[in-house]
């Protein structure tokens, strides 16, 4: 995939923003966490098992108010909206999870696009996250929803599940 600085999406402008790649140790090898709920009397959701990673974006994103794609090297994988789009991809949020999250009723989306990010690097893809500014962001997310059907809006397949968290359902 050649990527462009900006990308159009059903017709919308989206600006490119980065390659959202996980930070890596001195070797160059990717830094991974892993919790260990053994014992854990608290009920776990579906992407509690992990592995994370760790990944920020520029703070020039502070307080954007829009609609984000993450997009693999052919095609768009999760659509969703903010009103501080650093605030989402900081590390408070996609960027770093915290043991806290893994619980259910936590922050399940936190977690699985965080260890989909990994899981992509892993197989040898790449993940490109891309923003369009509006106030319309509800709306949009919405259609863009419908229209592309990303992979990891709402729960993703059986087969990616079993793949990336070991899940059967």
Known sequence: MSVSNVMMICDLPFK???ELEPKRDSEGS???TVYDFTGEPRE?????K???CKFDISKEW????????LHDNEKP??????IDFYGRYGSAQYGSIGRSKCYKGRQPTNCKINSMV?????????????????DNR???????????????????SPKLLKQIWGVTI
């Open 16 to 18: 490119f923003v980065q």
């Open 30 to 32: 990717i830094i991974q």
């Open 44 to 48: 776990l959701h579906y992407y509690s």
């Open 50 to 52: 992990g592995p994370f």
């Open 62 to 69: 502070i307080n954007r108010v829009g609609v984000y794609v």
């Open 77 to 82: 994988l999760y659509v969703g909206e903010c």
């Open 118 to 134: 990994l899981w992509q690097y892993l197989n040898g893809n790449k993940v490109f996250l891309y923003f369009h500014e509006t």
């Open 138 to 156: 509800k709306n949009i997310e919405n259609i863009l929803e419908r229209k592309l059907n990303p992979p990891f809006n709402g729960t993703p």
